[in-house]
């Protein structure tokens, strides 16, 4: 669609296209040097709590919870918008893993929030899903945080 928009009247061969949208995709895809995100680690400053290959976990720089901590991909992923089927997995993952950490921490299912901020509601633009062990600290962050109803998240990773 991109390309179709941009190239239209310019006589752009299709294999420039399938380069542009090679490239554009890397640009998803990689670590951009301006997202404070993709570059979490201890030695830049972050809390890391848990970390894997793909994903890792530090506190939150402001937390809104007793418990309040960020999951994000290595792999820069714009927002929650920039998901499509092909990630069901990853999210799949992410719940998994949310669980996990907050297992380790003692958080009572009742008492856990697990979820992404909805763009332009996001202070990062890196997909970021927060983990929260409840309670809110105060009626201003529990307001921040809006819920649905639903499962408790686990009979999704199933």
């Known amino acids: 669609m991109f390309s179709s928009i ?3 009247n310019s006589g752009v061969r299709n294999q420039d296209k399938l380069e542009q949208e090679s490239l554009l995709e890397a640009q998803v895809e990689s670590p951009h040097l301006n997202c404070i995100f993709c570059g979490a680690s201890k030695e830049t400053g972050f809390n890391i709590v848990w970390e894997n290959e793909y994903y890792t976990v530090f506190t939150d720089i402001n937390p809104s919870s007793e418990h309040h901590l960020q999951l994000v991909p290595k792999k820069h992923i714009g927002s929650i918008k920039s998901l499509g089927a092909k990630d069901v997995n990853m999210v799949r993952e992410m719940i998994e893993i949310g669980h996990e950490v907050l297992d380790s921490l003692n958080v009572p299912p009742r008492l856990r929030r697990l979820g992404f901020h909805i763009p332009p509601y996001i202070s990062v633009p890196h997909l970021h899903m ?4 409840l309670p809110y600290r105060s009626l201003l962050r529990r307001l921040k945080y809006p819920t649905v109803g639903g499962s ?3 009979e999704l990773v199933r």
């Open 6 to 8: 941009c190239c239209s």
């Open 152 to 154: 408790q998240g686990r």
């Open 130 to 133: 927060h983990l929260q062990g």
